[in-house]
Nanobody, 125 residues
């Protein structure tokens, strides 16, 4: 699976952005998809994840503001980000791990097999 993330940019506090991750390959629907972010000087952290059936999980820091969604037919996963804050500034990465039965949420970055190249989100105050 190859992943390509897009949609990052510069936005003001309170604004919105929609990140998109397009995947290649035939079995996209069998992957658990996650979004992570890495701010300068910080470790990469889990933002949101979605299983093959659409069940989602979001980090506490983004609950109520961000929403992950997937379209298996189009082989993509989006991250809608609203009410953005300066602390949301980071490089955002999409990632995939094989999970046919959607056993659980994958919170750790070392659990993921495939990664996109990252897209920078900058929130200015």
């Amino acid at each position: 699976v190859q992943l390509r993330a897009s949609g990052g940019g510069l936005v003001q506090v309170g604004g919105s952005l929609r990140l998109s991750c397009k995947a290649s390959g035939r079995t996209f629907s069998n992957y658990y998809m996650g979004w992570f972010r890495q701010a300068p000087g910080k470790e990469r952290e889990f933002v949101a994840g979605i299983g093959r059936t659409g069940s989602t999980d979001h980090a506490d820091s983004v609950k109520g503001r961000f929403a992950i969604a997937r379209d298996n037919a189009k082989k993509k996963v989006d991250l809608q980000m609203n009410s953005l804050k300066p602390e949301d500034t980071a490089v955002y990465y999409c990632a995939a791990v094989w999970d046919l039965y959607h056993s659980r949420t994958y919170y750790r970055d070392d659990e993921y097999t495939y990664w996109g190249q990252g897209t920078l989100v900058t929130v200015s105050s």
